[in-house]
């Protein structure tokens, strides 16, 4: 089971783009992570008429580390780490360290 997950809100604790928030879009291997607006960077991309794509340049969204991230509390406006504990159903939830609210429903 992951800390983070596709679809968490996160916020960048670390980098250029630090305090930003975002929702992770996409998991690339174990310790990188895609967030929607965040890290762009400016690609030169060449015009194929095989495939319709035009020319140009266009903003790109590269991976962050994994550690750069952390999962954002939307009660202490804060991030927050996350633990993990066992239900009474026998389920494996993530919670929020700080104020024990579960994360996952």
Same mark, same amino acid.
């Given at each position: 089971? @992951? @800390? ?16 930003? @928030?975002?929702?992770?879009? @996409? ?27 035009? !020319? !140009? ?9 994994? #550690? ?5 509390? #939307? ?22 360290? #700080? ?7």
């Amino acid at each position: 089971m @992951r @800390r983070i997950r596709q679809g968490d809100e996160v916020i960048v604790i670390a980098g250029k783009d630090k305090d930003k @928030r975002g929702k992770v879009t @996409r998991i690339v291997n174990d310790d990188k992570v895609i967030v929607e607006n965040i890290n762009l960077v400016k690609k030169h991309t060449k015009a194929n008429p095989n495939t319709n794509t035009p !020319g !140009g340049i266009i903003d790109k969204e590269m991976p962050l580390h994994i #550690s750069n991230v952390a999962l954002y509390n #939307s009660e202490t406006d804060k991030a927050d780490k996350v633990g993990f504990k066992t239900l009474e159903d026998g389920r494996k939830v993530r919670y929020f360290k #700080s104020n024990g609210e579960v994360v996952d429903v």
